[in-house]
């Protein structure tokens, strides 16, 4: 066996694939620079590091389970200039994950809460943290029949192993009274262990409608709100902009942000 040939199989061996697919063109390239044994190593490996971690970072994107993906580069914050985009930006840090922090989108459909959301999930899988996506009616529905099948705990462990869990659109369906419990299980076993990044179509003075309970939604806030970012967003539905591009409809006047 030739040594290149040995040294294929022993990258075949250790998983260094990148290396391994790129290593002959390499010898090529780095005999034509002149390039030092030290140099040349460096490469190598540096190469083999970002497949890695682009290959990590793809898993935990589809682990995530995110409805659609969309960053905070495609956000159009000229459209929503209620919208501070310097609180985003520092957000995106990701320093409220480890810190065990909380973020919460607040405004009327289709202003780019759920976009926004992802968004600084994406940024999370970057960054390395697990990260998983659920809206509130389908989380409640899955805590609820975990609970009659006696595996509660279980699913409550499920959903505390990501460093940043996401619900999306709390209140646009009503959660009764045992659903609103298990929610606040739910939340408060994460309780500044795990980071949240929640939107909803309702104010927080409306959820106790949401829940159906004063004392539950109080509750409820009260873990939420105590380390947390409020980002309130009025302005006019993206789902609307081209279709008064196009002229089928008139400009709608500004929504409110909840109060």
Request: proline share 4%; aromatic share 8%; net charge positive.
């Amino acid at each position: 066996m030739t040594p290149l040939a040995r040294i294929q199989e022993n990258l075949r061996h250790l998983r260094l694939h990148r290396i391994q697919n790129l290593l002959e063109n390499s010898l090529e390239e780095a005999s034509r620079n002149n390039l030092s044994y030290t140099d040349f190593l460096d490469q190598m490996l540096s190469q083999e590091v970002a497949a890695k971690m682009e290959k990590n970072v793809s898993m935990r994107t589809t682990m995530a389970r995110f409805p659609f993906v969309k960053t905070l580069e495609s956000f159009d914050f000229a459209f929503q200039p209620s919208i501070d985009k310097k609180k985003i930006k520092e957000l995106a840090s990701c320093r409220f994950i480890a810190n065990g922090e909380n973020i919460i989108l607040l405004g009327p459909p289709g202003v780019g809460k759920t976009h926004l959301a992802v968004a600084l999930g994406l940024k999370a899988v970057s960054e390395g943290y697990r990260t998983y996506f659920t809206q509130a009616t389908p989380l409640v529905a899955s805590l609820t029949k975990a609970y009659a099948e006696n595996r509660f705990e279980e699913k409550l462990k499920l959903y505390c192993q990501s460093k940043l869990l996401i619900i999306d659109e709390i209140g646009y369906i009503p959660i009764d009274r045992h659903g609103a419990h298990l929610f606040f299980q739910l939340i408060s076993r994460r309780y500044e262990k795990g980071a949240l990044i929640l939107t909803s179509n309702r104010s927080f003075s409306q959820w106790n409608e949401i829940f159906g309970d004063s004392v539950i939604a109080t509750a409820i806030l009260d873990r939420i709100l105590h380390h947390s970012t409020t980002v309130n967003i009025k302005g006019n539905s993206y789902r609307l902009k081209e279709k008064v591009k196009a002229g089928l409809i008139q400009q709608p006047p500004p929504n409110e942000e909840p109060s």
